[in-house]
Nanobody, 125 residues
Framework: QVQLVESGGGLVQAGGSLRLSCAAS????????MGWFRQAPGKEREFVAA????????SYADSVKGRFTISRDNAKNTVYLQMNSLKPEDTAVYYC??????????????????WGQGTQVTVSS
């Protein structure tokens, strides 16, 4: 089992940047592929980005491609989401998640076994 704690959310103006972090504890971090999802009020949770256990493979939602970058540091048990050129429509609670399907970058939330509590990102226009 793994515990996930997100941090780094906040309020930023459109065009600004934020870096989210997700610290993992428990079972060996490299046992998991990791993903970021987000949920805006009144909307379903949606895929943002994912990364394989080694970091060699990544995947992004079309809405964030070219603006967001997912990375991980297995020595620090941490996955990151660098968010640049933020838009008001990026406003949401952002969740990190872990899946034992470690060689894949799944976009399906049902593939993920463990979730963090979420961190709020608000982008003002």
């Amino acid at each position: 089992q793994v515990q996930l704690v997100e941090s780094g959310g906040g309020l930023v103006q459109a065009g600004g940047s934020l870096r989210l972090s997700c610290a993992a504890s428990g079972r060996t971090f490299s046992s998991y592929a990791m993903g970021w999802f987000r949920q805006a009020p009144g909307k379903e949770r949606e895929f943002v980005a994912a990364i394989t256990w080694s970091g060699a493979g990544t995947s992004y939602a079309d809405s964030v491609k070219g603006r967001f970058t997912i990375s991980r540091d297995n020595a620090k048990n941490t996955v990151y989401l660098q968010m640049n050129s933020l838009k008001p429509e990026d406003t949401a609670v952002y969740y990190c998640a872990a899946t034992t399907k470690r060689v894949y970058t799944s976009r399906y939330h049902g593939d993920y076994d463990y979730w963090g509590q979420g961190t709020q990102v608000t982008v003002s226009s």
